[in-house]
DNA sequence: ATCAACAGTTCCGAATTTCTGAACTACGGA
DNA sequence: TCCGTAGTTCAGAAATTCGGAACTGTTGAT
């Protein structure tokens, strides 16, 4: 198993955020580990409404979330442990993440960020 | 021709005008016609940077920012004059599109908004 | 040490999507 | 009517996405 990449903060492309958070099953992944206080792993997260999510995807959705920037995953024994780097992100695109949660919290039926 | 679909803003989708935006080639008509005041045509924004658009490539950008909500087309004549819906967005969505515009704005070489 | 269970990744073929040249439609002017 | 221009649609090639099956790496039990 290879390392998992992380871009640097000065390496995170815009195109990549909106692409990764323009699939809502990767917003409501997101939204959960930024409202989630405890590490949040891809097994916890493998049902979202009423569709369970194939594991292959799930680590693939996780794998877009992670090269985009958007998130921090680090093996903590046999699980994987994401957390957002919401903080940093804020930093470089000022108020980016914030719109796009808000936007997807107009729709019925979306994640509510905690 | 098809009339051209325009989606009522309580229909657009945040998904969709994620996607749209996550491709850089859009953005940069999109923030094009953000900033022009006179109505921007297809054939005005064929070039963007160094690389020429092909026309059939062009159209198809046009329709996936139309068919997102993101833009507003209206054939004049023998040509298309185009324009944002930003206000009404800005109203379902607020502070999304410039939070986005913000942050490709950071990108050096990326498009700044007029 | 060996084994089994578990969390997640990788592989790869099928299905979908994107790209773009070529053909086409629509409009306006001569 | 015929031509030129603006843009759309079509269709095949290329690229991407999806997901089941096989695999890797870790932990705990025997």
């Given at each position: 198993?290879?390392p ?19 699939d ?14 405890g ?48 903080a ?27």
């Open positions: 198993m290879r998992l990449f992380h871009p640097a903060l000065e390496d995170i492309r815009p195109e990549a955020i909106l692409y990764a958070l323009s809502p099953e990767r917003v409501a992944i997101y939204a959960q580990l930024a409202g989630a206080s590490g949040g792993t891809c097994s916890a997260l493998a049902q979202l409404g009423d569709r369970v999510i194939p594991k292959s995807s799930l680590s693939n959705h996780f794998k877009v979330l992670r090269e985009s920037g958007l998130i921090l995953s680090e093996r903590q024994g046999i699980e994987m442990h994401n957390q957002t780097r919401c940093e992100l804020d930093e470089r695109f000022p108020g980016l993440i914030k719109a796009i949660l808000l936007a997807y919290a107009q729709i019925p039926g979306q994640p509510k960020v905690g």
